[in-house]
Nanobody
């Protein structure tokens, strides 16, 4: 099994920045791709960003492209999501997920963290 734990969320004002972290433990060699999804109240969970542990493949949702940056520290088995220029539409629970294949859908992601709340006030 792979365990994922997110941290770094909180309440910020519009225009601020936050960095989320996702620490992976357990049988991490079973995963090659890490991703971030988010779910806003009343909405379905949506793809935010993904990257392969090698750093070769990185993708972003159009809504965050240019504002969010995903990165990884392989030595720490940790993935980060740097979020800049946050706006109230970014308010959501952010989930870290792991899979063996690249995908912007949830289907291949077998492992999920419990989620981290990010709230952006106007």
């Amino acid at each position: 099994q792979v365990q994922l734990v997110e941290s770094g969320g909180g309440l910020v004002q519009a225009g601020a920045s936050l960095r989320l972290s996702c620490a992976a433990s357990g049988r991490t060699w079973r995963t090659t791709v890490m991703a971030w999804f988010r779910q806003s109240p009343g909405k379905e969970r949506e793809f935010v960003a993904q990257m392969s542990w090698s750093g070769e493949h990185i993708n972003y949702a159009n809504s965050v492209k240019g504002r969010f940056t995903v990165s990884a520290d392989n030595a720490k088995n940790t993935v980060y999501l740097q979020m800049r220029s946050l706006n109230p539409e970014d308010t959501a629970v952010y989930y870290c997920a792991a899979a063996r294949t690249l995908s912007i859908t949830e289907i291949p992601y077998s492992y999920w963290g419990p989620g981290e709340q990010v709230t952006v006030s106007s």
